[in-house]
């Protein structure tokens, strides 16, 4: 098949046109074809302008196919013009379409699932393909975008999206997508999974300089270390954070425990300290005010202190067993190049010492650290 090619100037400038001539703003506005109302903005509600569809699908392509590469010139578009727009500032894109290269100008949120337990679990499952298809930056509308949302399923779709790259909340029509729209208990725990999402920021912060510096998600399926281990690879319902986090969402109505299957090595539950010893499955307690969370042994991860300012949070390495990890400040603005500081983690007299290394050897380190798991 051949389609337009939209990095091209004359196809960009046919597309301008077609757009009214704006797409130096990123394609911000609405407009209307015959009946057909159409937003073309970023978050558009209907991204495809049928007019365009109709051109594209002339080409020999469907209408699947048109709008995917829709989303990858949308994503440009919007990218180069904001820039231009606001030179002194990054402009912020997420497309609900896209295509392969769409991770250069922003990220994507899957959009379209049902308000039901099935749309819960093709969130998670879209959501780590994004990621393994190059798409870092990715997440979902909480509660789905389609009709009324049981209060349990609303929670649960919360507590998962807040361990996601991108955390919102969706409006629709005549049912509810707040926390405060479905009573007092599910506002408590969301606001729960909000706090620990807000203590976890640095971290985000982070893995969003590790997947610009290495391409690596930030969500990744439980067997990305340990791609042989076949049991891990048949491993759907869960992800890890990053190098540090296990995450065990609770994609089952009325489940208040899940078993978990845990990698190789010695994880913490983060709620009560626990150890436990993979690989193997784990039953974990999920009451309703939280899902569960591991923390690899040995980890080290920077989080936002109680009183301000980060601070490593720094898992104790199983006995005889040495840890680490990276941490990359906040580049600010984000033109910068992130870097990426190295610590390690070694069990020594039952104190456990965290140094960290660069190439000319240890440097001092700046941040208070905090240890669990002793």
Do not use: I, K
Request: glycine share 16%; with cysteine.
């Amino acid at each position: 098949m051949v389609y337009p090619d939209f990095t091209a100037p004359a196809v960009r400038g046919w597309w301008g046109e077609l757009h009214g001539g704006r797409p130096a703003e990123g394609f911000s506005g609405s407009w209307h074809t015959g009946d057909e109302p159409v937003s073309y903005a970023p978050f558009g509600d209907r991204e495809l302008p049928s007019s365009a569809r109709h051109a594209l699908e002339g080409a020999g392509g469907d209408h699947r196919e048109a709008h995917n590469v829709y989303g990858l010139a949308m994503a440009r578009a919007a990218f180069e013009g904001l820039g231009a727009l606001r030179p002194d500032e990054r402009p912020f894109v997420v497309s609900r379409a896209g295509w392969a290269g769409t991770q250069r100008y922003g990220g994507a949120w899957s959009g379209g699932e049902a308000a039901g337990w099935a749309g819960l679990r093709a969130s998670l499952a879209r959501v780590l393909g994004l990621g393994l298809c190059g798409v870092p930056y990715a997440g979902s509308d909480v509660g789905g975008s389609r009709g009324a949302v049981p209060p349990e399923l609303y929670l649960r779709w919360f507590q998962l999206a807040a361990y996601l790259p991108l955390f919102r909340t969706s409006g629709a029509a005549g049912a509810p997508r707040e926390p405060w729209g479905f009573g007092d208990e599910v506002l408590a725990h969301a606001r729960a999974a909000l706090r620990e999402r807000e203590r976890l920021l640095p971290y985000f912060v982070t893995l969003a300089g590790l997947a610009g510096l290495t391409g690596a998600p930030y969500v990744r399926p439980v067997w990305w270390g340990h791609p042989q281990d076949r049991a891990l690879r048949e491993c759907e319902d869960a992800f890890l954070l990053g190098d540090a986090l296990l995450v065990a969402p609770v994609l089952e109505q009325g489940a208040r425990q899940r078993v978990v299957r845990l990698p190789r090595g010695r994880w913490y539950d983060t709620s009560d300290g626990r150890a436990y010893e993979g690989p193997g499955p784990v039953r974990l307690a999920a009451p309703l005010s939280r899902v569960p969370v591991l923390a690899r042994a040995g980890a080290v991860l920077p989080v936002r202190a109680p009183g301000g300012g980060t601070e490593l949070e720094v898992w104790a390495p199983a006995p005889g067993r040495t840890g680490g990890g990276l941490v990359v400040r906040d580049p600010g603005d984000g033109w910068r190049e992130p870097e990426a500081e190295r610590y390690t983690v070694r069990l020594r007299g039952g104190e456990v010492r965290v140094a960290r290394t660069a190439e000319a050897g240890a440097q001092p380190r700046e941040w208070p650290v905090r240890v669990r798991g002793l």
